[in-house]
């Protein structure tokens, strides 16, 4: 059984070109938790001004850190 803690939403432009790192912050009140799940969800398709116009888009996440 999860709890939904909170959502962070991305505000890079859609349209800024190349690669890119932006740090996602969640604070939250301390308390006990055991498991932590995180759901990212990209655009789906790549839009038609972009070089993979049509493919797949993708999302990569590097680190997740829980202090």
Not at 2 to 16: H, M, P, Q, R, S
Not at 36 to 61: D, Q, S, Y
């Amino acid at each position: 059984h999860f709890k939904e803690l909170g959502t962070v939403n991305n505000t890079i432009n859609a349209k800024k070109d190349g690669g890119i790192t932006k740090d996602f912050v969640l604070r939250i009140p301390k308390q006990k938790i055991r498991y932590l799940r995180v759901i990212a969800k990209n655009r789906g398709v790549c839009p038609a001004w972009h070089t993979g116009a049509g493919e797949p888009a993708w999302i990569f996440a590097d680190e997740i850190w829980v202090e």
